[in-house]
């Protein structure tokens, strides 16, 4: 008998605002919409091809916000300046320069691809 192995399948994350999360995941990151959910005309809730999921929930942060997000990218230097020139996103004091911060708070760890 195998043991079984589980993997990820995707990571679910609040954001305070999910037009601005979802515009940074698309232009810095090169991620597309798979699936999106909204109510009376407002998103709410959107999945991306990286395996995310954005939640908007800018009332309120609850326990459950994900800690951080592990992403690989194939340029890891461009993508990491790129994300710094966006407007509220900083690196992380304390840890090195491969960690940035949303101004939501979301953590974002990049990781080089493997080629």
Known sequence: ????????????????????SLTFFEEVLGMTVTRRREN???????????????????????????????????????????MLAYEGVHPVAGKPEKWVQLPDGLLLELFPSEK
């Open 1 to 20: 008998m195998t043991e079984e192995k589980a993997y990820i399948d995707h990571a679910a994350v609040t954001v305070a605002d999910i037009q601005w």
């Open 40 to 82: 009376e005309g407002k998103l709410q809730q959107v999945w991306l091809d990286g395996g995310i999921q954005l939640i908007e929930a800018p009332e309120e942060v609850p326990d459950g916000q994900a800690h951080h997000l592990g992403i690989r990218v194939r340029d890891f230097k461009g993508t990491l300046a790129k």
